[in-house]
């Protein structure tokens, strides 16, 4: 659009074709993420999380100063759009084309922020500091030129109005570094000086910390993917109180989340007071409540939780309150059973959540020891009158040997799997990469080469013609 405006349409076919080859490096890159996440489960929820509807804070003239929300000085951040309205005043030739341009990269994004601002968008947009991103890129691309146009285009112009541009970038270029110099000072340019997993590791006394974790709160404090629950929230489970990015990874629905949506709906409604109970099966040994993104005293991003789902957490008798800090709740579920157990046999396999969570004796199960990384696999002995319950969705490739001898899977608790051995044993349960996670790997190798050979063959032609 831009090069169309600027009347560089040779630009125009020059951009299509690198971001078609900047495209299939992604691709290449992420494929076997794009394929758990967009050619098995297609949705929107795959790119933006379960962010709610209009989630934008501010107004125009925030966004217009590259500001998400209302924080910050307005008379600083005009300093950035002055300076990017210089080559719009003495560019010449390309330079000019190239201002155009990134001019309409910084009002395209601009206009997506002030149309989700007031509604006018259907579906749920990233943070407003993602959207803002290729709007800074306009602006900086823009400064840029314009340093270039002080440079060789401003001396093509007879003495006038224009010789006076230099001066208002300057004081521009002063009022935008200012804020930057601020925030230099401390040495750690605003960010948190405590984390929230560093928080958890100092309450976590035991060495292995075998459970996991049920975090509730809004997506963007989140660092775990998850489902979207009542009042905005959402539901994300990770495998031990430390999170990272690497959770982010969107495998898609499971066979449980249904049910685990079901009994947190249940417990709101105050329709039971045994959470921890329905939470056993899934693994859960604890709910952490996030209210903020970093723990005080540090800054940070704050969305409260809601007072009905405190409430809620609060009548149940299994989850014992444990308070990290302000916002951030930690419930630990006394009713948890470990995520692989040897349990008494009919304990799960063929019984649906209900039954297991009504047991009015319940049994909470022996713990296989785990081994791992890099595959995580469970190992020990039980004897003939035990099963194996795995906190696992049914058909997940999970296997179970007994003395070498592979044991059926059965449905254990509407959803997970479970084994029973009937003999008395070493059992050793894996977990087995499907042929077509195998198939995906080998297609992102393949795509690679492509890549880099079409990469060598474009560098060998162009320093031919050098010759």
Not at 4 to 29: D, E, K, Q, Y
Not at 188 to 208: A, C, H, S
Not at 395 to 416: F, P, T
């Amino acid at each position: 659009m831009g090069s169309l405006l600027a009347g560089w349409p040779s630009g125009f076919f020059r951009l299509v074709g690198v971001f078609c080859f900047g495209g299939i490096i992604a691709i290449a890159l992420n494929l076997a993420w794009l394929m758990d996440s967009v050619v098995f489960d297609p949705s929107w929820e795959w790119f933006v999380g379960t962010r709610p509807l209009s989630d934008t804070s501010g107004g125009l003239s925030d966004f217009l100063r590259l500001q998400a929300g209302n924080a910050g000085n307005s008379l600083f951040g005009w300093g950035f759009l002055a300076m990017a309205v210089v080559p719009l005043l003495l560019a010449k030739g390309e330079r000019w084309a190239w201002a155009i341009r990134s001019w309409v990269l910084y009002l395209g994004g601009v206009s997506v922020l002030w149309a989700d601002k007031n509604e006018f968008l259907d579906i749920p947009l990233p943070r407003s500091e993602v959207l803002l991103a290729p709007a800074s890129l306009g602006v900086a691309v823009s400064a840029a030129m314009g340093v270039g146009a002080l440079q060789r285009d401003l001396q093509t112009y007879r003495f006038g109005w224009r010789q006076l541009v230099p001066i208002s970038a300057l004081l521009a270029f002063t009022l935008s570094v200012l804020p930057v110099m601020g925030n230099s000072f401390s040495g750690d340019w605003g960010m948190p000086n405590d984390e929230l997993n560093q928080v958890l590791r100092l309450q976590e006394k035991e060495v292995d910390y075998d459970g996991r974790v049920l975090w509730i709160g809004h997506d963007d404090l989140l660092a775990a993917s998850g489902v979207p629950f009542s009042e905005d929230l959402t539901l994300s489970v990770s495998a031990g109180l430390e999170s990272s990015f690497l959770d982010r990874w969107d495998s898609g629905e499971s066979v449980g989340d249904p049910l685990l949506e079901e009994a947190m709906y249940l417990a709101l409604n105050g329709g039971t007071v045994k959470l921890g109970r329905l939470l056993a099966p899934f693994g859960i040994h604890d709910i952490v409540l996030v209210g903020r993104s970093s723990p005080l005293p540090s800054e940070g991003q704050i969305q409260p939780i809601p007072a009905s789902v405190e409430a809620a957490l609060g009548r149940q008798l299994d989850l014992v309150r444990i308070e990290v800090s302000p916002d951030v709740i930690r419930y630990r579920n006394v009713s948890a059973i470990p995520v692989a157990a040897a349990m008494p046999s009919g304990e799960t396999i063929g019984k649906t959540l209900r039954s297991f969570a009504s047991d009015p004796l319940p049994n909470t199960g022996i713990g296989l020891p785990s081994y791992g990384p890099p595959v995580l696999s469970f190992e020990g002995y039980v004897e003939d009158s035990v099963e194996i319950f795995a906190a696992v969705p049914f058909e997940s490739s999970w296997e179970l040997s007994v003395d070498g001898v592979e044991v059926r899977e059965s449905v254990a608790l509407e959803w997970a799997t479970g084994f029973s051995p009937g003999k008395s044993g070493s059992v050793e349960l894996r977990h087995h990469t499907s042929s077509s996670h195998k198939i995906v790997i080998l297609l992102q190798v393949l795509l690679w080469t492509l890549v880099l050979v079409g990469f060598l063959r474009m560098s060998v032609g162009y320093q031919r013609s050098l010759l």
